[in-house]
């Protein structure tokens, strides 16, 4: 006597049910899994801290006050332009074997539909405070902005690519490109 087959099973992580909350873009996609796995008669599974990665994901993400926001943006001009130089940063650094990978799947995919997706930061570039009054926020950006396009300038006299830890070789424009659109990602999250 055979046994049945087992049904295939599905592991819903906080990330994707974030992603379902918040009808982020990345929803649709998400949906589309279920949706073909339940209907080939698979279980869905969720883990029993769930709802606590749940909660921690929302607080991490989602509350910041716009002092930490201005800081986490000024962070990633100024390791930027550390990179750039060819400095030590706070970035991660990824052994070369994955590069290719993750500028496929996240330099390239941000670059390709314009706009950052639900990311997270690593804790060096996640500040617990900020600049205290929005004139000191403009005043902390201007110096990280002028910092990271004083980079890029040197930069480019030699080479219009360099070498991130996190990406392998990028060019300038991409990378220049890629901040841009971190910035922008960050807009919404700051008062008018």
């Given at each position: 006597m055979t046994e049945p087959a087992p049904r295939p099973r599905i592991v819903l992580d906080a990330s994707a049910a974030l992603a379902i909350l918040r009808a982020e873009t990345d929803r649709a996609a998400i949906d589309v899994v279920i949706d073909r796995h339940r209907a080939a008669g698979g279980r869905l599974l969720v883990p029993d801290v769930f709802w606590l990665e749940v909660a921690n994901g929302l607080v991490r993400r989602f509350i910041s006050s716009p002092n930490q926001v201005v800081e986490h943006v000024a962070m990633a001009l100024e390791e930027s332009a550390k990179a750039v130089k060819g400095?030590?940063?706070?970035?991660?650094?990824?052994?070369?074997?994955?590069?290719?990978?993750?500028?496929?799947?996240?330099?390239?995919r941000v670059l390709r539909r314009g706009r950052f997706s639900s990311a997270r930061t690593n804790k060096a570039m996640d500040p617990l405070t900020g600049p205290g009054t929005p004139a000191q926020g403009r005043a902390r950006l201007q110096a990280a902005m002028d910092a990271y396009a004083q980079a890029c300038t040197e930069r480019s006299r030699t080479s219009a690519m360099f070498t991130s830890t996190i990406f392998g070789p990028v060019s300038l424009v991409d990378y220049g490109r890629f901040q841009a659109l971190h910035t922008l990602h960050h807009r919404r999250q700051l008062p008018a």
């Open positions: 400095e030590p940063s706070k970035f991660p650094r990824f052994p070369s074997l994955v590069h290719p990978v993750l500028r496929s799947l996240f330099l390239k």
